[in-house]
């Protein structure tokens, strides 16, 4: 009877951890105890893994009502509005926490019991003699300070936006020698009440449209309305980007900061893989849904531009050319070029003819392997 039992418990357990399994792989969370998801990590990635600290201060609670009209999402980088003078000293901050520190790691701790069975804690056990694990690409590093503000946002939102901020930085990586980057810090300030999101962007950004977000570079502080998780997730990490652009590279131009804000802004995880899917707002069916512009437009356009009606053209052209940049090894490398020519000058941004200096080529050139590329149709998701 004993034995009966005993197996029952077992095939059940069998059965509950069969199911959390799927769960996970399902893309829903697997909640360990810290010091095996610190152990998990080391095992399952590169230096880029990692969690960050959040900081919640609980403001508002407030539910967002069904029936109040949803915002058009066209998040945006809040304009300066100050004198010249000023206004080039606001671009000149530096938000940044200085060089990428390494996270200080808690040990973790290997012995056999009498059994032969081995055992793993993130505490030193008494009276069994243990040894420290020793595992490869142990420094883990600590790439930003996340900071959340206002309405409380569910855990597992956080969750997902920390370890898609996370990845964002693995693409960086990519980009930016390691001992390049610096440490950033991501303050987002979350509304879930309409009237009180308008109330702030009238005081903080009067001359901005309505919209479902904002990026305010002289304060490093994004706004997002918090509409529905999906539509939030996506706001945060296209406003975490601008940040990250901020804190990295200093003042950037608008098609760059824009076009990468776009092109991250869909990115998903998939276990230690992140993929970054074609933008909906400005790709569908094969091709880009507003005309694209000419490089040459894009590359040299002035904020008036990109406030006026070629606004949404802007946008999708400057995704459809980041798109095109990451898409090829050569042309990533010119990317890469361009983001450490940027980084010389925190406040400066580069020219277009610097830009076409460092492509190699004239502007003609560009635009036809640019309108060839886009004429093929379906584009390939992107892995991190």
């Known amino acids: 009877m004993l034995k009966f039992i005993r197996n029952g418990i077992l095939i059940l357990l069998a059965f509950i951890a069969s199911f959390q399994i799927v769960h996970y792989l399902e893309g829903n969370k697997l909640y360990l105890p810290p010091f095996l998801n610190q152990l998990f990590g080391y095992f399952g990635n590169t230096n880029f893994e990692g969690t960050s600290p959040l900081d919640l201060a609980s403001i508002e609670k407030e539910t967002i009502k069904s029936d109040s009209p949803t915002l058009h999402y066209e998040p945006q980088e809040l304009p300066q509005e100050l004198p010249r003078a ?81 990845k964002l930085f693995a693409l960086y990586g990519q980009l930016i020698a390691k001992e390049d980057l610096r440490q950033v810090v991501v303050n987002l300030r979350f509304f879930t009440s309409k009237q009180r999101f308008l109330a702030y962007s009238k005081k903080h950004a009067p001359s901005l449209k309505p919209t479902a977000g904002f990026y305010d570079n002289g304060t490093n ?24 652009n901020r804190g990295i590279i200093g003042n950037s131009n608008k098609w760059f900061n824009e076009g990468m804000a776009e092109y991250l802004e869909n990115i998903t995880i998939n276990l230690s893989t992140a993929i970054i899917n074609r933008n909906k707002s400005w790709y569908k069916n094969g091709k880009l849904k507003y005309r694209p512009l000419p490089l040459r437009k894009v590359l040299s356009a002035s904020r008036n531009d990109w406030n006026s009606q070629s606004k949404s053209n802007l946008y999708s052209t400057s995704w459809a050319f980041i798109y095109f940049l990451m898409d090829d090894t050569k042309r990533k490398t010119k990317l890469i070029k361009m983001l450490k020519a940027e980084q010389k000058n925190l406040c400066n941004t580069l020219s277009f003819q610097q830009t076409m200096k460092i492509f190699n080529m004239s502007d003609r050139e560009l635009q036809n392997r640019f309108s060839r590329w886009l004429a093929k149709g379906d584009k390939f998701t992107h892995q991190i």
């Open 86 to 166: 000023q206004r080039k000293n606001a671009s000149c901050i530096d938000h940044s926490l200085g060089n990428v520190k390494v996270k200080p790691q808690s040990k973790i701790y290997t012995w056999k019991d009498e059994n032969g069975v081995t055992h793993f804690s993130d505490s030193k056990p008494e009276d069994t003699d243990s040894q420290p694990l020793t595992l490869a690409g142990s420094k883990i590093f600590n790439y930003f300070k996340l900071n959340i503000s206002g309405a409380n946002v569910p855990f597992e939102f956080k969750e997902k936006l920390t370890h898609s901020i996370n």
């Open 221 to 244: 502080e994004a706004v997002i309305m918090y509409q529905s998780s999906e539509q939030a997730i996506t706001t945060a990490i296209h406003e975490s980007v601008h940040a990250i």
